[in-house]
T-cell receptor, first 113, second 112 residues
Framework: GAVVSQHPSRVICKSGTSVKIECRSL??????MFWYRQFPKQSLMLMAT?????????EQGVEKDKFLINHASLTLSTLTVTSAHPEDSSFYIC?????????FGPGTRLTVL | GESVGLHLPTLSVQEGDNSIINCAYS??????FIWYKQESGKGPQFIID?????DKRQGQRVTVLLNKTVKHLSLQIAATQPGDSAVYFC???????????FGKGTRLSVIA
């Protein structure tokens, strides 16, 4: 079964609304969660790294006020896309990490109309 | 930082042939390497990994070769099947909980 889950798997929203994506590690405690974004026909781009109980570290060019990341527990991290716009439409993927264990989530397809 | 691949290169192979996908990595301090398979609309799926103290590792129908001298990684798929059609990414991992650094990806297309 899945080791890391994401919810929702697909979401369509109107421009200007906010969308929350959840990433859960099911069989282990993820001390670190990585969030990636992937545009069509491109590789994964790291957005941010979050350690449980700490503020996320964002990659250059990623707006921390737009992409809110919360990692309140060792099994759950959330990414909230605030005031979404069509250019935010993408495939968002989390990766849960602990020493000797790391798995990607199945991804969330976000479409902003 | 993370690699960004635009217009992924494509490798087309005949069903039953062997496939070789290549990847150059960037950091000589990387100690762990992973190959992922990503099918359309899905998250990356682990295929095989190798640590830097090895130069070859075999799995079921897949073999990963590591050449640290030239920082090169390859994935060999034996008897390629239509179900192998996907995008393949290599990733290098530096010690600790650091982000994976991804290669640009290669699209494997299997011709039946």
């Amino acid at each position: 079964g899945a080791v890391v889950s994401q919810h929702p798997s697909r979401v369509i929203c109107k421009s200007g609304t906010s969308v929350k994506i959840e990433c859960r590690s099911l069989d282990f405690q993820a001390t670190t969660m990585f969030w990636y974004r992937q545009f069509p026909k491109q590789s994964l781009m790291l957005m941010a790294t979050s350690n449980e109980g700490s503020k996320a570290t964002y990659e250059q060019g990623v707006e921390k006020d737009k992409f809110l990341i919360n990692h309140a527990s060792l099994t759950l991290s959330t990414l909230t896309v605030t005031s979404a716009h069509p250019e935010d439409s993408s495939f968002y993927i989390c990766r849960a990490w602990e020493p000797n264990t790391q798995y990607f989530g199945p991804g969330t397809r976000l479409t902003v109309l | 930082g993370e690699s960004v691949g635009l217009h992924l290169p494509t490798l087309s192979v005949q069903e039953g042939d062997n496939s070789i996908i290549n990847c150059a990595y960037s950091n000589s301090a990387s100690d762990y390497f992973i190959w992922y398979k990503q099918e359309s609309g899905k998250g990356p799926q682990f295929i095989i990994d190798i640590r830097s103290n090895m130069d070859k590792r075999q799995g079921q129908r897949v073999t990963v070769l590591l050449n640290k001298t030239v920082k090169h990684l390859s994935l060999q798929i034996a008897a390629t099947q239509p179900g192998d059609s996907a995008v393949y990414f290599c990733a290098e991992n530096r010690p600790g909980n650091t982000p994976l650094v991804f290669g640009k990806g290669t699209r494997l297309s299997v011709i039946a």
